[in-house]
């Protein structure tokens, strides 16, 4: 039963252990079979968290351009192991975050209207909403206005992206030990 139960989520996708665990504990599963089946389930590769892992940070960034923060949340939600999960997340470099992060910018900023500030703060708010360190999606945003047009050039040109940034990070610290 444990095995069918195991197979049947792993026809639909790649699953961590966690996921499975949690799906045989909510079909009665007891844990000392879950844990019999999972470990087997392990050693013959079947499942494994590191590939797991690194698949879903590929996927999801080409995908979704998704960022390394946004990334770690989705697999601590899915059990990933914190070591298992930076190993993964290592393979995405800043240089391809950034990358990213401005294609994101320029595909959204051809059907963006309205007045530079208002463009600005949306497109800023979108790549933190996908996790992008405020830095990255200041300067993104910032760069792509600045190509876009002589307004939005001489409205980017009047940002401090650095400064910008490390106000972020403070309102981002404060909210954080307010917590």
Not at 20 to 32: Q, W
């Amino acid at each position: 039963m444990a095995r069918e139960i195991c197979l049947r989520q792993l026809a639909v996708r790649p699953r961590t252990r966690a996921e499975l665990a949690g799906a045989l504990a909510k079909r009665g599963i007891s844990e000392e079979v879950a844990a019999q089946v999972l470990d087997r389930y392990d050693e013959v590769g079947i499942i494994d968290d590191a590939a797991f892992a690194r698949a879903w940070v590929s996927s999801r960034h080409t995908g979704r351009g998704l960022a390394r923060r946004a990334l770690a949340n989705e697999l601590r939600q899915r059990g990933v192991d914190g070591d298992v999960a930076s190993e993964a997340l290592g393979e995405l470099s800043e240089e391809t975050e950034a990358e990213t992060a401005r294609a994101l910018v320029e595909r959204k900023l051809r059907t963006a209207r309205g007045e530079p500030d208002a463009v600005f703060r949306r497109l800023v708010g979108m790549l933190a909403r996908k996790g992008y360190p405020p830095g990255v999606a200041i300067r993104a945003v910032k760069d792509a206005l600045a190509a876009q047009s002589a307004e939005a050039a001489e409205f980017a040109e009047q940002i401090d992206a650095d400064a910008l940034a490390e106000a972020e990070s403070e309102i981002e610290r404060d909210g954080r030990s307010a917590d």
